[in-house]
């Protein structure tokens, strides 16, 4: 019920919704779960298990049972935490895991199976007969379980992907992480300051405290104000920190448009943030540990502190008469708020035999909740204490075990947190997120002013760190109460008492999985499945660990935690692939001269997400081979020109430049002499190929590498690799300029001619031979010239700033079309360089060597390089094994497929006698025929014997000369005249 003069909201601004189908109001700065309570809704969900009535426990992201399911259709959004939705006018949300209704739902029948359904049961009981499993027991069990679902329809909803960088990123707003924030904002740091709910705040939005004399929610909101007139400070409100990654990265959730009924269509509905902090504060509370009894998941039994929340922040009574049951001072925090809201205390149940006493409220001490009553509302609860048991009416228990320090995030690097037994909880070890440091509540220190307290040192520590100076800052003054806590983790008794809501799991499953020899925390875990559930076990690790020490005789330090990893609550997988969708899930890449090449009629292949031309159609020609075959024509007969800049280009600088590419490169290139072009062979680590092309040396130490199109990524991946791990004290720096560079190959005899009408200087043998590179001018703009060629014919390919592609390939084409020649496609570049037997990643597709392709004497004798060693294992240079040869039909009209294996002429083709593959096939124009390259067992041996090429899944069967690789001038002296 709604208190009228209590909480945070302005009571003047209304907002309907609807729950289940019911319409109700509720207030602008509600969570559906205070909306709820605020109309008497206590009953909001089902169990998973058992699909028991639950109702709300918590206030915050922790919650294990009001999860709903928000909209419909393709926007519909399951296994939302109420407590954490935000209200909004029209907002529609739907209960989840039950039958026909929520009032009324038959798979509560499995609630009375219970004896039979404990731990480990799926393990034990569907077994036999074996058949039943896929047939029965699965698609029941799968009906059966489940929580929210999708609608199955595709999802409208935008979602966005951004970047951070700051000196400090602080996680939690509450007393902790505002100092911190206040005192490096002052300080001038770069700050981002992220906080997970729609408010700043933290426990003082909550909570009674005064801090230097004002309710804590002015002192906190007037801190926010001076934060943010600071340039250097960011508020990130609704943003969830979800980890802790290698290097000061943290990735972060943004719920943008959660809140907000109309979405303007293109607008993100969350934003997955990747944030880079020198320095990070972790000061993100601690959660509230209920404790296990009989019939403790009733709705209307709730977290002290939340029901502390929903009364002094959303002016909501979750009880017109509320019992109050603990072990720390904080019952009697509760009970104080309870009555000076007007709200009738039942009764404190304090479980320490010396906690305080009051004349203003019932109290039994040295007492504890055994029992509850009601079916989807709370009732009465029984106390037992030395005198017996008796029975109290309350239709709200607030309950709290103590507080477990948030230390999630600083184990999401493998790390472990240290048990502390003054506070009977964990807290974060030092050290285990490098750059990171807890505070507040979440390291242990739960009064306001050590939360305080701990703000200021640790951002000065890390300002310290970062070479700022940390300013002077008062120290406020606040409540320091001491923490005492008598350890309850379980009320002995008979029946089921609830330690993971969400999973349905009990102390009886815990102690049932160590009577089994399920000792270890971790498959406890699995078998009770306790803390697998969407919270993670926010709400139940710490007791479930209690539970498991105490029945296996050891300690809790001793018995340890699970592994916490990231995220630290849900993320839609939408969020975390934001952009993924449509065309960016397939990026399409565009070179400078795709308009000109649209506008010439070619169809588009794709090539490693670049989009190039296959053939340039021309009238009269009614297949593509056709204009292949006129293509190749034109760089055998006159010249022609390629767009190539899809080729990747990494530049590499650096005075150990050289000897970084000795490294990564079979061949040398520390000898490579200024103004010349080489080509190298890159090999994995396993020594096999992964990747080729030619490196330029520009200057002493400025080189420009080219990879292949499809292989641009894993170089510059690779080379990221070697420069950090295995070269860190080289002096090289180097990155990605293939967008930075239009290149275009200008092949053929008359190559020379076109170009010389475009340069400011002609080109001479002299000055320019085979494999020469240098800075040269086109019509005036600088640009770079390399006399290399993948066509066997002379050849040149020119680079000039992409801002000039599209107006220099127009001209090189026109220039082309004037000697005879023109453009040419992927087509007709497979033609001509199949011909001269040049290899693609048709051939190094990873499961061959620097051997298999015929350059075994590549890999140089003089130095080290990637992949070295390991070329000389046993297998890969010995004979039998598949190397690359060339294939021509012994018949003159003979087909040959690519992705066909070779036999021997008399042999079946049967696996047995497979002889090798071909990877790549051409009709060549130039020698009238079908031509192949592939890989046959001793293939260098076998030139001009007969195989049979068998395609069993197209259904022919071809005879085949085996031949040398390159098939046209072999001697190469088209490509050095």
Known sequence: MRIAGKGLLDHSKPVTFSFDGVNYSGLEGDTLASALLANEVRLVGRSFKYHR??????????????????GQGGRQDPNVR???????????????????????????????????????????????????????????????????????????????????????????????????????????????????????????????????????????????????????????????????????????????????????????????????SKRAVLAAGALERPVAFRNNDRPGIMTAGAVRAYLNRWGVAPGQ????????????????????????????????????????????????????????ALESITIRSASGEQNLHADCLAMTGGWNPTVHMTCHMNGRPTWKREIESFVPTPGAIPGLEAAGACNGAFSTAACLR????VAARALADLGHQAPDVAQ????????????????????????????????KDVKQAAVENFRSVEHMKRYTTQGMATDQGKNSNVAALAILADATGRGIPETGTTTFRPPYSPVAI??????????????????????????????????????????????????????????????????GVADVSTLGKIDVQGKDAGQFLDFVYTNMFSTLKVGRTRYGLMLREDGFVMDDGTTARLGEHHYVMTTTTAGAGEVMKHLEFVNQALCRDLDVQFTSVTEQWAQFAVAGPKSRALLDTLLEQPLTDEDWPFMACGPVKVLGIDARLFRISFSGEHAYEVAVPARYGDSLFRLLAKKAEELGGGVYGMEALNVLRIEKGF??????????????????RMVSAKKDCIG????????????GREVLVGLKPVEKDGQVLAGAHLYKKGDEPIRTNDQGYLTSVCHSPTLGCMLALGFMADGRDRHGEIVKMVDGLRGMETLCEVVDPVFFDQQGERVRG
């Open 454 to 457: 701990e703000g200021v040192e």
């Open 82 to 276: 109420a407590t954490m939705q935000e209200l909004y006018e029209g907002l529609t949300a739907r209960s989840q895991n039950r039958g026909l209704s929520l009032q009324f739902d038959p798979m509560a029948i499995t609630d009375l199976a219970a004896p039979f359904l404990g731990a480990g049961f799926y393990y034990k009981t569907f077994m036999w007969p074996r058949a039943f499993w896929e047939k029965l027991y699965e698609p029941v069990i799968r009906r059966a379980a489940g929580l929210g679902a999708l609608s199955g329809e595709d999802n409208a909803d935008v979602y966005d992907k951004a970047y951070a960088f700051c000196d400090l990123l602080v996680i939690g707003s509450g007393p902790a992480g505002l100092m911190a924030a206040l005192v490096a904002g002052r300080a001038g740091a770069d700050v981002i300051l992220a906080e997970e709910d729609s408010r700043m705040g933290g426990r003082l939005l909550a909570e009674t405290y005064e801090i230097d004399g004002k309710p804590g929610h002015i002192w906190a909101d007037e801190v926010l104000a001076e934060l943010r007139m600071m340039d250097n400070v960011r508020l990130m409100t609704r943003t969830t920190v979800t980890g802790a990654y290698d290097g000061g990265t943290f990735g972060a959730l943004e719920r943008v448009r959660h809140h907000l009924g109309n979405r303007p269509a293109g607008a993100p509905i969350e934003t997955f943030w990747r944030i880079a």
């Open 868 to 879: 070295k060693t390991m070329t000389r294992r046993p297998g890969l240079e010995e004979p």
């Open 839 to 856: 290899i693609t990643h048709s051939e190094i597709h990873g499961r061959t060597t620097a051997y298999d392709i015929g350059m075994g």
């Open 321 to 376: 008469r509320v019992a109050v049951f603990g072990n720390t001072n904080d019952i009697h925090r509760t009970a104080r708020d309870l009555l000076n809201a007007g709200v009738h205390v039942a009764g404190v149940i304090d479980s320490r035999h010396d906690g305080p006493t009051s004349d203003d409220y019932p109290v039994y001490r040295g007492a504890q909740v055994s029992n509850s009553a009601g079916r989807k």
């Open 574 to 639: 939408a969020a975390f692939g934001a952009g993924g969708t449509g065309k960016s899930f397939a990026a399409e890449r565009f070179t400078t001269s795709h308009k000109a090449t649209v506008e010439r009629g070619a169809p588009l292949i794709e090539a490693g997400l670049w989009y190039r031309p296959s053939y340039f159609p021309k009238a009269g020609e009614p297949t593509w081979l056709e204009s292949c075959n006129r293509e190749v024509g034109y760089v055998r007969n006159a010249v």
């Open 53 to 70: 009535p639950r109702g709300i426990l918590t206030a915050g992201s922790e919650e294990p049972n009001a999860l709903v399911t928000i």
């Open 476 to 507: 406020p003054q606040a409540e320091d109460e001491a923490y005492e806590i008598a350890p309850l983790w379980a009320v002995p008794g008979k029946g089921r008492a609830w330690l993971d809501f969400q999973n349905d799991v009990t102390v």
